[in-house]
């Protein structure tokens, strides 16, 4: 009988870090990753004070509108992706809840709009 695909390769089960030789050879390339990324002795780069999802008096308003801009729109999405899930009484309710999100959107995105105007018409 004719078989159309050939037999796997056999590969070897262990691990390249179970013998001493590897495991030597893993540790000396983490030191010499060490040495020339993080030589001794020298400082971190300063690490900013302001964390990812931190809303601090000088964040800008477009920042602030175009955070809120993405956020309702992934709000939406997962409100849509559970309302096609759900039970018609619960799928009526979650469109509901993904249409007022939709609402906020559009006027999060208008303000930003204008405030792009805004902004444009100062330079000139």
């Known amino acids: 009988m004719f078989k159309p695909t050939p037999n796997p390769p056999e590969t070897d089960p262990t691990s390249p870090y179970e013998s001493f030789d590897s495991n030597k050879l893993h540790e000396a390339a983490d030191r010499a990753l060490d040495h020339y990324l993080c030589p001794p002795g020298s400082t971190p780069p300063p690490r900013k004070t302001r964390g990812m999802y931190a809303v601090t008096a000088d964040t800008k308003n477009e920042e602030l509108l175009a955070d809120a801009s993405a956020t309702l729109a ?6 849509q992706d559970f309302a096609n899930m759900a039970p018609a009484p619960q799928r009526r309710a979650l469109l509901g809840i993904a249409q007022l999100i939709m609402l906020g959107e559009l ?3 208008r303000a930003l709009d204008n405030l792009e105007l805004v902004g444009v018409g100062s330079i000139h």
Request: glycine fraction near 0%; avoid cysteine; hydrophobic fraction near 55%.
């Open 74 to 79: 992934s709000a939406k999405t997962i409100a």
């Open 107 to 109: 006027a999060v995105n």
